[in-house]
Antibody, heavy 118, light 107 residues
Framework: EVQLVETGGGLVQPGRSLKLSCVAS????????MAWTRQAPGKGLEWVAS????????YYPDSVKGRFTISRDNVQNTLYLQMNSLRSEDTATYYC???????????WGQGASVTVSS | DIQMTQSPASLSASLGETISIECRTS??????LAWYQQKSGKSPQLLIY???RLQDGVPSRFSGSGSGTQYSLKISGMQPEDEGDYFC?????????FGSGTKLEIK
């Protein structure tokens, strides 16, 4: 069974940093691209970052480019999202997803809640 | 960026009714479109990919169609468990963009 388990969420002050982790199991991790997608409270979905299966290339929307970094450890089967210079508008539930085509996120974690507030 | 226009924003349907949700894109996305369902308090789940391919395990009452810049999701015979939010996602080019969502309720 494919499982994605996110950890690392919490309350953080504006301008500070936070790192999310996602442990994957039930599939060959290094065969798949992975991604982070977020959902602000009561709002829709927003793609945040993608990383190729080797980790050699990463992609971001302008809203987080230069502040967020996606990375992966293919030995530990773990995906990361380093979030720096956090803003109130980054408050959201962050989902780790398996991505086998750009539009195909066929497995989702349970989500990690991030609240940016003073 | 590719803009996504999803409609309607909300929809109320009777049990057994057939409903459709539309996504229009600002440019041709060559069928690189997926539909996701999100039930209250849960993570989204993939329903349809490549515009019309049914994800394994998804009931056959769900279907997708479209091409170019116009896509739709159809539910043939609304069931109680179909209540939730539905989102489209284009993967033709970065940045990936989601539709704004459709809230589907039982009438």
């Amino acid at each position: 069974e494919v499982q994605l388990v996110e950890t690392g969420g919490g309350l953080v002050q504006p301008g500070r940093s936070l790192k999310l982790s996602c442990v994957a199991s039930g599939f060959t991790f290094n065969n798949y691209w992975m991604a982070w997608t977020r959902q602000a409270p009561g709002k829709g979905l927003e793609w945040v970052a993608s990383i190729t299966n080797s980790g050699g290339s990463t992609y971001y929307p302008d809203s987080v480019k230069g502040r967020f970094t996606i990375s992966r450890d293919n030995v530990q089967n773990t995906l990361y999202l380093q979030m720096n210079s956090l803003r109130s508008e980054d408050t959201a539930t962050y989902y780790c997803t398996r991505q086998w085509q750009l539009h195909v996120m066929d497995a989702w974690g349970q989500g990690a809640s991030v609240t940016v507030s003073s | 960026d590719i803009q996504m226009t999803q409609s309607p924003a909300s929809l109320s349907a009777s049990l057994g009714e057939t409903i459709s949700i539309e996504c229009r894109t600002s440019e041709d996305i060559y069928s690189n479109l997926a539909w996701y369902q999100q039930k209250s308090g849960k993570s989204p789940q993939l329903l349809i990919y490549a515009a019309n391919r049914l994800q394994d395990g998804v009931p056959s009452r769900f279907s997708g169609s479209g091409s170019g810049t116009q896509y739709s999701l159809k539910i043939s015979g609304m069931q109680p468990e179909d209540e939730g939010d539905y989102f489209c996602l284009q993967g033709s080019k970065f940045p990936l963009t989601f539709g704004s969502g459709t809230k589907l309720e039982i009438k």
